[in-house]
């Protein structure tokens, strides 16, 4: 496998929680990424295979990446959730370990987006 494989998105009540998984495997570094419909993509979080985080200030606290080196899955729990948080989401990875920071944009591979609505 090399494309990360997102999946986990779904539907969802404002305040309502959701996990997102990222199958990947021997990267140093994926990242967390939103297009909302209409805007540009931004960073939301990034995790480095020492586990170190970073998140964008519009969902710290809100929002968490781990990872599980046995299954090689990263995950994106989003608790809290808002309208505005409703978008495709992405993961990325690459190879190289830095800097390994939400707003890092330059990644290898890129997976197929999942969809999260957040409804009022």
């Known amino acids: 496998q090399v494309e990360p494989v997102e999946s986990g998105g779904g539907s969802v009540q404002a305040g309502g929680s959701l996990r997102l998984s990222c199958a990947v495997s021997?990267?140093?570094?994926v990242g967390w990424f939103r297009q909302p419909p209409g805007k540009e993509r931004e960073g939301v979080a990034a995790i480095a295979s020492d586990g170190s985080t970073d998140y964008a200030d519009s969902v710290k606290g809100r929002f968490t990446t781990s990872q599980d080196n046995a299954k090689r899955i990263r995950y994106l729990q989003m608790d809290s959730l808002k309208p505005e948080d409703s978008a495709v989401y992405y993961c990325?990875?690459?190879?190289?370990?830095?800097?390994?920071?939400?707003?890092?944009?330059?990644?290898?591979?890129w997976g197929q987006g999942t969809k999260v609505t957040v409804s009022s």
């Open positions: 021997g990267y140093s570094c």
């Open positions: 990325a990875a690459d190879p190289s370990r830095w800097p390994c920071a939400v707003f890092r944009r330059s990644y290898r591979y």
